[in-house]
DNA sequence: ACCTGTTCGTTGCGATTGCAATGAAAATAT
DNA sequence: ATATTTTCATTGCAATCGCAACGAACAGGT
């Protein structure tokens, strides 16, 4: 019996997380003409509020180099807007502009649309696909 | 009530499937120095045969420059050998030398291992977990 | 047989990524 | 108070990726 990749839990993970991120980064991106740190980055703000660089970092999964480049585009789009920390001058905190936030309640209502479809396509597996998604991103290895 | 986006499936899917190919790529990395895309080359090859880039390329899910170029390093390192095909002078077969066979062998233990250990930390969920990601690879858009 | 369209693999090129280096600011130690 | 170390964010740079273009070989139609 030789090696399946197929049956390759990595492998198929890497596979499907491709083929879902592409088919809703193609939304987003006719839609608003973000790409994916782009949307991770508007996603958390519009959640968490006024936050720094490295809280997002740090929360998103993204290299910080990524989230820095990311928000000068939005900043640049009008999207977000940055300002010094009051009293650690190192941080810069963004925020949504309105614009920013019109637009995220806009893709929110898309993309929960989007997970709604999802999930009833894949039927009763769907929740333990979650359960154990968290479980691998908090802990597991 | 926002969206949260640590509840969105995409991106737990990308999240989950970023850690745990890091986590094994280090593991052929260190152990023979391959890439991803190398070792779905090599672990395909190892399963099917002698077969052409373009098979390789349908099953693996890789872009064709990406499986000719990992070849051509394959073939560098001695790990596979190329050679048109009988009639259709357009293809290229890939075949594992004896060398790539010995490599696989091991590699194929270590990715069993590594899919054991992981299947018995997620537990009950590890089978509906595979469930769905075939769901996904596989059909649902 | 000839012509057109298609398939295959390689290569070029722009865009994206991740890592390391940099510089500014703050925390900690002496 | 000064010096050292650490933390943040940005920037530079090399490596990688995906897409498109290309040349070679084949298929199908006329």
Redesign the pocket.
């Known amino acids: 019996m030789s090696f399946d990749l197929d049956e390759f839990l990595p492998y198929q993970l890497s596979v499907a997380a491709?083929k879902i991120s592409?088919s809703f980064a193609e939304i987003y991106r006719a839609e608003a003409g973000l790409?994916?740190?782009e949307w991770r980055v508007m996603a958390h703000l519009h959640r968490s509020g006024p936050v720094?660089?490295?809280?997002?970092?740090a929360r998103v999964h993204?290299?910080?180099?990524?989230?820095?480049?990311?928000?000068?585009k939005l900043e640049g789009g009008g999207l977000i807007s940055?300002q010094p920390?009051e009293?650690?001058?190192?941080?810069?905190?963004l925020e949504l502009t309105p614009d920013g936030n019109a637009l995220m309640q806009r893709l929110g209502r898309i993309a929960d649309d989007f997970q709604a479809r999802l999930l009833r396509d894949l039927g009763p597996d769907a929740a333990h696909l979650q359960s154990a998604l968290r479980r691998i991103i908090d802990g597991v290895p």
């Open positions: 491709a592409r790409t994916i740190p720094s660089v490295r809280d997002i970092t993204l290299d910080k180099s990524i989230v820095s480049r990311a928000a000068s940055s920390h009293t650690d001058r190192r941080l810069v905190v």
